[in-house]
């Protein structure tokens, strides 16, 4: 059984730091690349990172470049993703998904991913 479980969400005030995780199992997703999307209310989803099998290839959003960082530890059942977001915005509120796709390649293109988390919520004050 296929399972994303994302952590680490919350509120922090505007200029905070959070950091999400995603723990991936059921598979051998070590050979998958992952990636960070978010939806913020009314709004689709939006790409927000994305990393390589390897980790040798990154992706981040315009948006988000300068402040939040993607990396992943590959282990034998498992794969851990982070996402360090420093310097928040009230605009980086959102819930933020983790996805994995099938590939090893990463990409920014939501329909490419194959699986999903249920999201963790990201509320950022002013």
């Known amino acids: 059984q296929v399972q994303l479980v994302e952590s680490g969400g919350g509120l922090v005030q505007a200029g905070g730091s959070l950091r999400l995780s995603c723990v991936a199992s059921?598979?051998?997703?070590?050979?998958?690349?992952m990636g960070w999307f978010r939806q913020a209310p009314g709004k689709e989803r939006e790409f927000v990172a994305a990393?390589?099998?390897?980790?040798?290839?990154?992706?981040?959003a315009d948006s988000v470049k300068g402040r939040f960082t993607i990396s992943r530890v590959n282990a034998k059942n498992t794969v851990t993703v982070h996402l360090q977001m420093n310097s928040l915005k009230p605009e980086d509120t959102a819930v933020y998904y983790c996805?994995?796709?099938?590939?090893?390649?990463?990409?920014?293109?939501?329909?490419?991913?194959?699986?999903w988390g249920q999201g963790t919520q990201v509320t950022v004050s002013s």
């Open positions: 990393i390589s099998r390897s980790g040798e290839s990154i992706d981040h």
């Open positions: 059921g598979r051998t997703f070590s050979t998958n690349a």
């Open positions: 996805a994995a796709r099938a590939g090893a390649v990463a990409s920014s293109r939501p329909n490419e991913y194959d699986y």
